[in-house]
């Protein structure tokens, strides 16, 4: 979606860079259907169905992605249903996740639902992440 | 006097803490198990307030649909249709697509159509397009390139504002072809 060249999804970005990222929030009132695409923080109390692009993607206890998402950091809290393509994932306890995550590192709490799989991927397929691959579910 | 230390002693037995604390020391125990968990749910209760607005920062670009019971604030770029109780599109906002609200409040950039029972025109509003409103406040700086009509609320409007909003669903994300789909079985059956 981005025509610039996207960053990689292992390095965080500068500090310089945060300033001017500042975080997203979805409410929960809030649904959301479509792409939504950033460099900096989104926080997800709503529903979104789509894809989602970021840095570090936050999906609250009251949200719910349905769709991909690709981002440098993944913390799940709610329920996803869907790919994840994360250097780092980490499910809470109050996590419901059904589908795919490839990551490098993985974080499961205690008591967190996972229904599917989680490959492992190198670093250097997040360095040369671009899109995900189309596959069937 | 006998009935009177009877009493007594009763009396003091239930005033006396140590038998209230028992339970609560009891239950201190599953509580400090518990412990490692709570800290979770506490920050997470502590930012419900902020959870109930909804922030699209600059530096996200949202391609589709939104919707909300509560409100919206946009600093970023959204690419369709919005609809919330109040709607702040901010100085360096972008929207395309028509924005729906009891209150939209304008200081960026909408190439599109508003439709709102009260909507304010910031000196740095930028509209492209028709503004559907009750109540408009413009101000001194503010650009409009569309109509103003006073009709949002009025019967008239809102039996030409359902085939509207019908028509932005379908041209939204993935919704032409469920809406193609519809009008064929619909026709189909007729």
């Known amino acids: ?137 | 006097m006998s009935v009177f230390t009877r009493n007594d002693k009763p009396e003091t037995n239930p005033g006396a803490a140590p038998t209230p604390p028992q339970p609560p020391v009891q239950q201190g125990r599953p509580q400090a198990t518990a412990q490692p968990l709570s800290p979770a749910p506490q920050p997470q209760a502590a930012s419900h307030g902020a959870i109930s607005v909804s922030v699209i920062s600059k530096a996200l670009k949202i391609t589709g649909q939104l919707e909300s019971t509560e409100d919206i604030q946009i600093e970023g770029e959204v690419d369709g249709d919005v609809h919330a109780a109040s709607v702040k599109v901010g100085a360096n906002a972008k929207v395309k697509g028509t924005v729906y609200g009891d209150i939209v409040e304008l200081a960026g950039s909408i190439d599109g159509r508003i439709e709102a029972r009260k909507v304010v025109l910031t000196s740095t509003a930028h509209m492209a397009g028709d503004v559907i409103h009750q109540d408009i406040t413009i101000q001194s700086g503010a650009y409009i390139d569309g109509h103003c009509k006073p009709e949002f609320g009025k019967t008239g409007s809102k039996s030409a504002s359902k085939p509207a909003s019908a028509s932005a669903s379908t041209t939204s994300y993935s919704g032409s072809s469920l809406g193609t789909d519809k009008a064929n079985g619909s026709a189909a059956r007729a």
Do not use: C
């Open chain 1, 1 to 137: 979606m981005v025509a610039s060249p996207r960053r990689t999804l292992v390095k965080p970005p500068s500090e310089k860079d945060l300033a001017d990222l500042p975080t997203s929030h979805l409410g929960r009132k809030l649904t959301v259907k479509g792409v939504l695409d950033t460099d900096g923080e989104i926080h997800v109390h709503g529903i979104v169905f789509g894809r989602i692009n970021a840095d570090r993607l936050v999906v609250g206890k009251a949200g719910y992605v349905e769709g991909d998402i690709v981002a440098r950091d993944v913390h799940i809290e709610g329920r996803l249903s869907g790919r994840v393509f994360a250097f780092n994932v980490t499910l809470d306890a109050s996590a419901d996740v059904t589908g795919r995550v490839f990551h490098h590192t993985v974080t499961i709490a205690k008591g967190a639902r996972f229904d599917g799989r989680m490959p492992w991927r190198p670093v250097n397929y997040f360095e040369t992440f671009d899109q995900p691959p189309e596959t069937q579910p």
